[in-house]
């Protein structure tokens, strides 16, 4: 019994990693050839090619056949996929860059209601 409870948290964390790196894939990098890069054009500004800059939108779709790899009955395959779709997001969270804090001098300063792109 312990040796299929380790196997199906094995298949869950191996999961887990291999949707966040196809998400990834499909949704930040430009891909062998630039392929990626050239479909991500040319969905452009549609609600699917808004889907396809988000690695936390993708690794929902990208979540739902490594659910059937892990295993499980109906009931424990939707969950399943729901936690490798979480994963999937935490990781992407924990491998961003993080926040730097820049101070500006008072020359950069704007007055309200300004912004840069205007000047």
């Known amino acids: 019994m312990e040796s299929i409870e380790l196997h199906a948290a094995f298949r869950f964390v191996v999961s887990a990693l291999a949707v966040w790196r196809v998400s990834f894939l499909l949704a930040r990098e430009s891909g062998p050839w630039e392929l990626l890069a050239g479909f991500r054009r040319i969905l452009g500004k549609s609600v699917l090619g808004g889907a396809f800059t988000c690695v936390k939108c993708l690794s929902v779709w990208v979540a739902i056949p490594f659910a059937f790899f892990v295993g499980g009955g109906r009931w424990e395959k939707l ?12 990781i992407d969270e924990w491998t961003r860059p993080p926040f730097e804090w820049r101070e500006t001098s008072e020359s950069e300063v704007l007055p309200p209601g300004t912004d840069r792109t205007s000047q």
């Open 79 to 90: 969950v399943i996929w729901l936690a490798l779709s979480g994963m999937a997001s935490l």
